[in-house]
């Protein structure tokens, strides 16, 4: 079973407009991140969240933890075409008596001109 | 600029073969990490190794999969015999952390196919 859902898992938008990414947990995190993919590339780091009600904002991107509720969401705001891409969450789960950093299956965005 | 650096980029091999795929971690980064991504699966943790010991490999194939760090500045992941199933990108990623959150950081990956 996935431990990390993302929702939706894919999303076309206009540019111009927001969007919400959201990222839940079946398990207590310990930390969340966000990462960004571009097809064939590899994973570029966005935000890295460790406390409940923790905000970060980067740009027109803003990601806030909700510990309680073990889940994340990334905010999009005024979206243009270079927010196109893979949006993936990864958290650290203790599994096994070890610690993991696993991820989600993403969010395809796409972001029409 | 640091960077995580991921050798072959792309790798067409024959089932049955052995593929060895090689990742040079950021200089200093003591954590390092192994995933598969494919369309079905997503992105799979295979390993990932602290101060170069294995810490967990427990998503890896351990009858075919092997990976090791022989030194601080290589991280190596070989598929031996390799099967058209394996096919995926292969992604290393390198830390600094000691504890849960370690921030981690991608290489371009290996896109593998066995034919």
């Known amino acids: 079973s996935q431990e990390l859902e993302q929702s939706p898992q894919s999303l076309i938008v206009q540019e111009g407009k927001n969007l919400t990414i959201n990222c839940t947990s079946s398990?207590?995190?310990?930390?969340l991140y966000w990462y960004k993919q571009k097809y064939g590339e590899g994973l570029i780091f966005l935000m890295m969240l460790q406390k409940g009600g923790e905000e970060k904002s980067h740009e027109k991107i803003t990601a806030k933890l909700d510990e309680k509720k073990q889940q994340s969401s990334l905010h999009i705001t005024a979206s243009q075409p270079s927010h196109a891409g893979i949006y993936l969450c990864?958290?650290?789960?203790?599994?096994?008596?070890?610690?993991?950093?696993?991820f989600g299956k993403g969010t395809k965005l796409t972001v029409n001109p | 600029d640091a960077r995580v650096t991921q050798t072959p980029r792309h790798k067409v091999t024959e089932m049955g073969q052995e593929v060895t795929m090689r990742c040079q971690p950021i200089l200093g980064h003591n954590t390092v990490f192994w995933y598969r991504q494919t369309m079905m699966q997503g992105l799979e943790l295979l390993a990932y190794?602290?101060?170069?010991?294995?810490?967990?490999d427990s998503g890896m194939p351990k009858d075919r999969f092997s990976a090791e760090m022989p030194d601080a500045t290589l991280a190596t992941l070989k598929i031996q015999p390799s099967e058209p199933r394996d096919s995926a990108v292969y992604f290393c990623a390198s830390g600094h952390g000691t504890g849960a959150n370690t921030e981690a950081f991608f290489g371009q990956g290996t896109r593998l196919t066995v034919v």
């Open positions: 398990k207590t995190l310990y930390g």
């Open positions: 990864g958290a650290v789960l203790a599994q096994g008596g070890s610690e993991k950093l696993v």
């Open positions: 190794f602290r101060n170069r010991a294995p810490l967990d």
